[in-house]
Protein backbone atom coordinates (compact mmCIF):
# COMPACT_ATOMS: atom_id res chain seq x y z
CA UNK A 1 0.00 0.00 0.00
CA UNK A 2 1.51 3.48 -1.18
CA UNK A 3 2.50 5.62 1.81
CA UNK A 4 -0.05 8.84 2.28
CA UNK A 5 2.27 11.92 1.23
CA UNK A 6 1.14 14.93 3.16
CA UNK A 7 -0.49 17.48 1.32
CA UNK A 8 1.92 20.79 3.35
CA UNK A 9 5.02 18.47 1.58
CA UNK A 10 2.93 18.36 -1.22
CA UNK A 11 2.31 22.10 -1.17
CA UNK A 12 5.07 23.23 -0.54
CA UNK A 13 6.90 21.70 -3.33
CA UNK A 14 4.63 23.06 -5.48
CA UNK A 15 5.09 26.69 -4.24
CA UNK A 16 9.11 25.68 -4.65
CA UNK A 17 8.26 25.00 -8.62
CA UNK A 18 5.76 27.88 -9.15
CA UNK A 19 8.89 30.01 -7.88
CA UNK A 20 11.55 28.15 -10.40
CA UNK A 21 9.49 28.47 -13.11
CA UNK A 22 8.28 32.23 -12.49
CA UNK A 23 12.40 33.36 -11.66
CA UNK A 24 13.12 31.76 -15.22
CA UNK A 25 10.66 33.01 -17.37
CA UNK A 26 8.72 35.50 -15.22
CA UNK A 27 4.93 35.98 -16.75
CA UNK A 28 3.33 39.08 -16.79
CA UNK A 29 5.74 40.77 -15.25
CA UNK A 30 6.43 43.12 -18.19
CA UNK A 31 2.68 43.94 -18.41
CA UNK A 32 2.72 45.28 -15.42
CA UNK A 33 5.38 47.29 -15.05
CA UNK A 34 4.01 48.87 -18.38
CA UNK A 35 1.63 50.54 -16.09
CA UNK A 36 4.01 52.08 -13.59
CA UNK A 37 6.23 55.22 -13.46
CA UNK A 38 4.20 57.50 -15.67
CA UNK A 39 5.19 60.34 -13.80
CA UNK A 40 8.65 59.65 -15.21
CA UNK A 41 8.15 59.32 -18.54
CA UNK A 42 6.41 62.53 -18.20
CA UNK A 43 9.41 64.48 -16.69
CA UNK A 44 11.26 63.06 -19.32
CA UNK A 45 9.19 64.18 -21.97
CA UNK A 46 9.05 67.55 -20.31
CA UNK A 47 12.60 67.84 -20.08
CA UNK A 48 13.67 67.15 -23.83
CA UNK A 49 10.39 67.75 -25.85
CA UNK A 50 9.91 70.86 -28.29
CA UNK A 51 12.35 69.64 -30.55
CA UNK A 52 11.31 67.77 -32.95
CA UNK A 53 11.84 64.55 -32.64
CA UNK A 54 12.35 63.96 -28.88
CA UNK A 55 14.75 61.04 -27.68
CA UNK A 56 13.01 59.28 -24.88
CA UNK A 57 12.93 55.79 -24.98
CA UNK A 58 10.86 52.91 -25.07
CA UNK A 59 10.39 51.83 -21.29
CA UNK A 60 8.01 50.80 -18.44
CA UNK A 61 5.42 53.66 -17.45
CA UNK A 62 4.50 54.61 -21.00
CA UNK A 63 0.67 53.07 -21.13
CA UNK A 64 0.54 54.79 -17.65
CA UNK A 65 1.47 57.98 -19.06
CA UNK A 66 -0.37 57.34 -22.21
CA UNK A 67 -3.79 57.16 -20.18
CA UNK A 68 -2.60 60.10 -18.63
CA UNK A 69 -2.06 62.15 -21.09
CA UNK A 70 -5.46 61.72 -22.81
CA UNK A 71 -6.65 63.40 -19.44
CA UNK A 72 -4.59 66.20 -19.37
CA UNK A 73 -5.34 67.19 -23.15
CA UNK A 74 -8.86 66.36 -23.08
CA UNK A 75 -9.93 68.03 -20.03
CA UNK A 76 -7.04 70.17 -18.96
CA UNK A 77 -6.52 71.03 -22.46
CA UNK A 78 -2.44 70.86 -22.29
CA UNK A 79 0.51 67.89 -22.14
CA UNK A 80 3.47 69.88 -20.11
CA UNK A 81 3.15 69.01 -16.36
CA UNK A 82 3.39 71.23 -14.02
CA UNK A 83 6.75 72.30 -12.39
CA UNK A 84 8.11 70.19 -10.18
CA UNK A 85 10.12 73.01 -8.06
CA UNK A 86 7.76 75.92 -6.76
CA UNK A 87 9.17 79.32 -7.13
CA UNK A 88 8.38 83.06 -7.92
CA UNK A 89 8.04 85.25 -10.60
CA UNK A 90 8.76 88.91 -9.44
CA UNK A 91 7.96 91.96 -11.92
CA UNK A 92 10.63 94.02 -11.47
CA UNK A 93 9.12 97.47 -12.39
CA UNK A 94 6.02 96.76 -10.42
CA UNK A 95 6.78 94.41 -8.15
CA UNK A 96 3.75 91.69 -9.02
CA UNK A 97 4.50 88.50 -8.09
CA UNK A 98 3.15 85.36 -9.52
CA UNK A 99 3.24 81.91 -8.64
CA UNK A 100 5.05 79.61 -11.69
CA UNK A 101 3.40 77.38 -13.59
CA UNK A 102 6.20 76.89 -16.15
CA UNK A 103 8.29 73.70 -16.03
CA UNK A 104 11.26 75.51 -18.05
CA UNK A 105 11.53 77.90 -15.07
CA UNK A 106 10.92 75.93 -11.99
CA UNK A 107 14.16 74.00 -13.58
CA UNK A 108 16.00 76.91 -14.22
CA UNK A 109 15.48 77.68 -10.60
CA UNK A 110 15.76 73.99 -8.85
CA UNK A 111 18.89 73.66 -11.00
CA UNK A 112 20.50 77.50 -10.33
CA UNK A 113 23.19 75.88 -8.32
CA UNK A 114 24.52 73.74 -10.45
CA UNK A 115 24.71 75.74 -13.67
CA UNK A 116 25.58 79.43 -11.86
CA UNK A 117 29.27 80.07 -12.10
CA UNK A 118 29.12 77.71 -15.51
CA UNK A 119 29.71 75.60 -12.68
CA UNK A 120 32.91 76.63 -11.48
CA UNK A 121 33.52 76.60 -7.85
CA UNK A 122 35.51 79.59 -7.90
CA UNK A 123 33.29 81.52 -9.62
CA UNK A 124 32.06 85.26 -8.36
CA UNK A 125 28.61 83.68 -7.25
CA UNK A 126 30.04 81.03 -4.91
CA UNK A 127 32.47 83.39 -3.33
CA UNK A 128 30.15 86.04 -2.75
CA UNK A 129 27.63 83.12 -1.12
CA UNK A 130 31.00 82.04 0.87
CA UNK A 131 31.78 85.79 2.15
CA UNK A 132 28.42 86.67 2.97
CA UNK A 133 28.52 83.04 5.21
CA UNK A 134 31.71 83.92 6.64
CA UNK A 135 30.59 87.37 7.86
CA UNK A 136 27.33 86.39 8.92
CA UNK A 137 29.57 83.51 11.43
CA UNK A 138 31.70 86.02 12.56
CA UNK A 139 29.20 88.42 13.53
CA UNK A 140 27.62 85.58 15.54
CA UNK A 141 30.42 84.35 17.14
CA UNK A 142 31.89 87.84 17.91
CA UNK A 143 31.27 87.57 21.97
CA UNK A 144 33.13 85.05 21.97
CA UNK A 145 30.36 82.25 21.74
CA UNK A 146 31.25 79.65 19.74
CA UNK A 147 28.12 78.50 17.13
CA UNK A 148 27.68 76.04 14.30
CA UNK A 149 28.65 77.77 11.10
CA UNK A 150 25.51 78.68 9.03
CA UNK A 151 24.78 76.67 6.04
CA UNK A 152 23.42 79.80 4.59
CA UNK A 153 22.90 83.71 5.32
CA UNK A 154 21.74 86.77 3.80
CA UNK A 155 20.31 86.83 0.12
CA UNK A 156 22.82 86.56 -2.95
CA UNK A 157 21.11 88.53 -6.42
CA UNK A 158 22.66 87.21 -9.46
CA UNK A 159 22.01 89.63 -12.40
CA UNK A 160 21.89 88.05 -15.98
CA UNK A 161 21.26 89.72 -19.61
CA UNK A 162 19.29 87.96 -21.58
CA UNK A 163 20.28 86.56 -25.00
CA UNK A 164 18.85 85.86 -28.21
CA UNK A 165 16.34 83.21 -27.31
CA UNK A 166 16.64 79.36 -29.14
CA UNK A 167 13.67 77.04 -28.21
CA UNK A 168 13.97 73.73 -29.37
CA UNK A 169 17.48 72.93 -29.67
CA UNK A 170 18.71 69.89 -27.63
CA UNK A 171 22.74 69.42 -27.29
CA UNK A 172 24.24 66.96 -29.33
CA UNK A 173 24.63 64.34 -26.12
CA UNK A 174 20.73 64.48 -25.65
CA UNK A 175 20.34 63.00 -29.06
CA UNK A 176 23.21 60.62 -28.67
CA UNK A 177 22.30 59.16 -25.25
CA UNK A 178 18.43 58.77 -26.74
CA UNK A 179 19.95 56.80 -30.27
CA UNK A 180 22.81 54.83 -27.97
CA UNK A 181 20.03 53.39 -25.64
CA UNK A 182 17.13 52.91 -28.54
CA UNK A 183 19.79 50.70 -30.26
CA UNK A 184 21.02 48.83 -27.33
CA UNK A 185 17.60 48.34 -26.56
CA UNK A 186 16.58 46.68 -30.12
CA UNK A 187 19.89 44.34 -29.59
CA UNK A 188 18.99 42.92 -26.21
CA UNK A 189 15.42 42.05 -27.79
CA UNK A 190 16.63 40.53 -31.19
CA UNK A 191 18.66 38.14 -29.07
CA UNK A 192 16.00 35.82 -28.41
CA UNK A 193 15.06 36.09 -32.70
CA UNK A 194 18.48 34.78 -33.59
CA UNK A 195 18.88 32.18 -30.97
CA UNK A 196 15.16 30.72 -30.70
CA UNK A 197 13.68 32.01 -33.25
CA UNK A 198 11.39 33.69 -31.18
CA UNK A 199 10.28 37.42 -32.86
CA UNK A 200 7.41 39.18 -30.60
CA UNK A 201 9.90 40.93 -28.73
CA UNK A 202 11.28 42.17 -30.88
CA UNK A 203 8.34 43.44 -32.54
CA UNK A 204 6.97 44.71 -28.76
CA UNK A 205 10.15 46.85 -28.97
CA UNK A 206 10.14 48.33 -32.12
CA UNK A 207 6.07 49.19 -31.77
CA UNK A 208 6.60 50.45 -28.40
CA UNK A 209 9.83 52.32 -29.42
CA UNK A 210 7.93 54.11 -32.74
CA UNK A 211 4.79 55.39 -30.61
CA UNK A 212 7.09 56.84 -27.38
CA UNK A 213 9.42 58.61 -30.71
CA UNK A 214 5.92 60.01 -32.15
CA UNK A 215 4.37 60.56 -28.65
CA UNK A 216 7.50 63.52 -28.32
CA UNK A 217 7.68 64.75 -32.04
CA UNK A 218 3.65 66.53 -31.13
CA UNK A 219 3.94 70.01 -31.98
CA UNK A 220 2.04 70.78 -28.93
CA UNK A 221 4.95 70.98 -27.15
CA UNK A 222 6.92 73.50 -28.17
CA UNK A 223 3.64 75.78 -28.09
CA UNK A 224 3.31 74.75 -24.41
CA UNK A 225 6.58 74.89 -22.87
CA UNK A 226 7.62 78.25 -24.29
CA UNK A 227 3.54 80.24 -24.49
CA UNK A 228 5.16 83.81 -24.19
CA UNK A 229 5.81 87.26 -25.77
CA UNK A 230 9.84 87.09 -27.36
CA UNK A 231 11.98 90.00 -27.69
CA UNK A 232 11.06 92.07 -24.41
CA UNK A 233 12.91 94.06 -22.51
CA UNK A 234 10.96 93.74 -19.03
CA UNK A 235 13.01 92.75 -16.04
CA UNK A 236 11.87 89.63 -13.82
CA UNK A 237 13.08 88.57 -10.60
CA UNK A 238 13.22 84.37 -10.01
CA UNK A 239 13.15 83.42 -6.32
CA UNK A 240 12.16 80.61 -4.54
CA UNK A 241 10.52 83.09 -2.07
CA UNK A 242 11.86 84.18 1.69
CA UNK A 243 13.92 82.33 3.30
CA UNK A 244 16.03 81.69 0.01
CA UNK A 245 19.78 82.18 -0.36
CA UNK A 246 19.61 82.97 -4.04
CA UNK A 247 17.67 85.75 -6.51
CA UNK A 248 18.47 85.82 -10.23
CA UNK A 249 17.40 88.63 -11.85
CA UNK A 250 17.31 88.57 -15.32
CA UNK A 251 17.08 92.09 -17.96
CA UNK A 252 15.49 91.36 -20.99
CA UNK A 253 17.22 93.45 -23.60
CA UNK A 254 15.10 93.01 -25.75
CA UNK A 255 16.27 89.60 -26.46
CA UNK A 256 14.65 87.21 -24.35
CA UNK A 257 11.52 85.46 -23.39
CA UNK A 258 9.02 87.40 -21.52
CA UNK A 259 9.27 85.51 -17.96
CA UNK A 260 5.88 87.15 -16.23
CA UNK A 261 4.22 85.91 -19.30
CA UNK A 262 5.88 82.19 -19.09
CA UNK A 263 4.83 81.60 -15.62
CA UNK A 264 1.82 82.02 -16.51
CA UNK A 265 1.98 78.94 -17.91
CA UNK A 266 0.22 76.90 -20.91
CA UNK A 267 -3.19 76.84 -18.99
CA UNK A 268 -3.46 80.41 -19.00
CA UNK A 269 -2.41 81.77 -22.69
CA UNK A 270 -4.07 80.67 -25.74
CA UNK A 271 -2.33 77.57 -26.79
CA UNK A 272 -4.91 74.96 -25.47
CA UNK A 273 -4.60 71.84 -27.56
CA UNK A 274 -6.39 71.32 -30.89
CA UNK A 275 -8.93 68.37 -31.59
CA UNK A 276 -6.24 67.08 -33.56
CA UNK A 277 -3.54 66.93 -31.09
CA UNK A 278 -6.71 65.28 -28.91
CA UNK A 279 -7.77 62.77 -31.79
CA UNK A 280 -4.16 61.99 -31.80
CA UNK A 281 -3.01 61.18 -28.56
CA UNK A 282 -6.82 59.13 -27.89
CA UNK A 283 -4.97 57.12 -30.73
CA UNK A 284 -1.84 56.90 -29.16
CA UNK A 285 -3.54 55.71 -26.01
CA UNK A 286 -5.24 52.70 -27.52
CA UNK A 287 -2.43 51.78 -29.00
CA UNK A 288 -0.09 51.73 -26.51
CA UNK A 289 -3.18 49.28 -24.63
CA UNK A 290 -3.14 46.73 -27.57
CA UNK A 291 0.68 46.95 -27.01
CA UNK A 292 0.13 46.33 -23.12
CA UNK A 293 -2.25 43.47 -24.40
CA UNK A 294 0.06 42.39 -26.91
CA UNK A 295 3.31 42.19 -24.03
CA UNK A 296 0.86 39.98 -21.97
CA UNK A 297 1.00 36.77 -24.19
CA UNK A 298 4.58 36.67 -24.52
CA UNK A 299 5.29 33.52 -22.37
CA UNK A 300 9.02 32.77 -23.50
CA UNK A 301 12.29 35.04 -23.27
CA UNK A 302 10.61 37.25 -21.13
CA UNK A 303 13.92 38.60 -19.00
CA UNK A 304 14.88 40.18 -22.39
CA UNK A 305 12.13 42.03 -22.09
CA UNK A 306 12.73 43.50 -18.83
CA UNK A 307 15.87 44.52 -19.44
CA UNK A 308 14.66 46.45 -22.88
CA UNK A 309 12.09 48.06 -20.20
CA UNK A 310 15.03 48.31 -17.80
CA UNK A 311 17.48 49.77 -20.02
CA UNK A 312 14.84 52.34 -20.70
CA UNK A 313 13.90 53.39 -17.79
CA UNK A 314 17.18 54.03 -16.55
CA UNK A 315 17.53 56.86 -19.74
CA UNK A 316 14.43 58.24 -18.62
CA UNK A 317 15.34 58.73 -14.90
CA UNK A 318 18.71 60.11 -15.87
CA UNK A 319 16.66 62.59 -18.37
CA UNK A 320 13.88 63.35 -15.85
CA UNK A 321 16.48 63.60 -13.38
CA UNK A 322 19.34 65.49 -14.76
CA UNK A 323 20.45 68.71 -13.83
CA UNK A 324 20.42 71.14 -17.09
CA UNK A 325 21.13 74.87 -18.08
CA UNK A 326 18.66 77.61 -18.90
CA UNK A 327 20.05 77.68 -22.82
CA UNK A 328 19.31 73.89 -22.84
CA UNK A 329 15.48 75.06 -22.40
CA UNK A 330 16.05 77.69 -25.17
CA UNK A 331 17.09 80.69 -22.41
CA UNK A 332 20.25 81.55 -23.16
CA UNK A 333 21.61 84.26 -20.72
CA UNK A 334 25.17 86.20 -19.93
CA UNK A 335 25.79 86.65 -16.13
CA UNK A 336 26.78 90.65 -15.40
CA UNK A 337 26.93 91.09 -11.70
CA UNK A 338 26.24 89.46 -8.48
CA UNK A 339 24.97 91.40 -4.85
CA UNK A 340 25.37 89.93 -1.55
CA UNK A 341 25.21 90.91 2.08
CA UNK A 342 24.90 88.94 5.19
CA UNK A 343 21.62 91.01 6.00
CA UNK A 344 18.51 90.75 3.43
CA UNK A 345 17.07 93.90 3.93
CA UNK A 346 21.01 95.62 3.08
CA UNK A 347 21.23 93.55 -0.02
CA UNK A 348 18.04 94.39 -1.06
CA UNK A 349 19.03 98.28 -0.53
CA UNK A 350 22.16 97.61 -2.83
CA UNK A 351 20.32 95.75 -5.56
CA UNK A 352 17.94 99.15 -5.69
CA UNK A 353 20.83 101.36 -5.87
CA UNK A 354 22.35 99.11 -8.73
CA UNK A 355 19.19 98.52 -10.30
CA UNK A 356 16.25 101.03 -9.87
CA UNK A 357 13.10 99.36 -8.49
CA UNK A 358 14.54 95.84 -8.92
CA UNK A 359 15.75 96.06 -5.22
CA UNK A 360 11.82 97.33 -4.34
CA UNK A 361 10.23 94.44 -6.19
CA UNK A 362 11.41 92.02 -3.99
CA UNK A 363 10.68 93.88 -0.52
CA UNK A 364 7.54 92.27 0.25
CA UNK A 365 8.33 89.04 -1.00
CA UNK A 366 11.25 89.38 1.57
CA UNK A 367 10.13 91.47 4.01
CA UNK A 368 6.12 90.73 3.96
CA UNK A 369 5.66 92.60 7.59
CA UNK A 370 5.76 95.76 8.46
CA UNK A 371 9.06 97.89 7.91
CA UNK A 372 10.91 100.01 10.97
CA UNK A 373 11.13 103.73 10.90
CA UNK A 374 14.34 104.08 9.38
CA UNK A 375 14.51 101.21 6.38
CA UNK A 376 11.43 103.12 5.26
CA UNK A 377 12.85 106.29 5.43
CA UNK A 378 16.02 104.58 3.13
CA UNK A 379 13.24 103.22 0.77
CA UNK A 380 11.89 106.31 0.68
CA UNK A 381 14.84 107.68 -0.52
CA UNK A 382 15.39 105.06 -2.42
CA UNK A 383 12.67 105.52 -4.46
CA UNK A 384 13.06 109.27 -4.92
CA UNK A 385 16.25 108.51 -6.81
CA UNK A 386 14.91 106.12 -8.24
CA UNK A 387 11.94 108.26 -10.23
CA UNK A 388 14.69 111.12 -10.63
CA UNK A 389 17.19 108.64 -12.65
CA UNK A 390 14.18 107.48 -14.84
CA UNK A 391 13.13 111.15 -15.31
CA UNK A 392 16.67 111.26 -16.57
CA UNK A 393 16.86 108.43 -18.68
CA UNK A 394 19.62 106.78 -16.53
CA UNK A 395 18.12 103.98 -14.89
CA UNK A 396 18.50 100.68 -16.48
CA UNK A 397 16.01 97.88 -15.53
Request: charged fraction near 20%; aromatic fraction near 8%.
Amino acid sequence: MPALVPRRVLAFGSSSEEFAAQWENPADVFSVLLILGGDVVARALAQLAGSGITPVAFSFGWVSYAVTAVVSAVGENKLMPLPDCACKVINGKSGYVRDNCSWVLGRIVRDYESWMDDGNRNGPIHACVARIIEEKWASMTSDGIIVERPAQAGLCVSVYDAMQVRPGRLRPGAYLLGLTTIVLQLLVAAIPCFLFGGWAILLVTVVGTVLALFNGSLSQWAKEKWACRRNTSKTVVLTKGNGSQHAIVVVGCGLGFDLEDLAAGPVNVNVSTSNMTRITIIGLATCWILLLITAAGIQENTWFLLAVGGIGIIQNIFVAGRSRRPEDFGVPLKFRTVIGHPKVMDCLFKVETALPYVGRSMLETFFPGKLRADEKEKWDELEASASSRAEAGTGRI
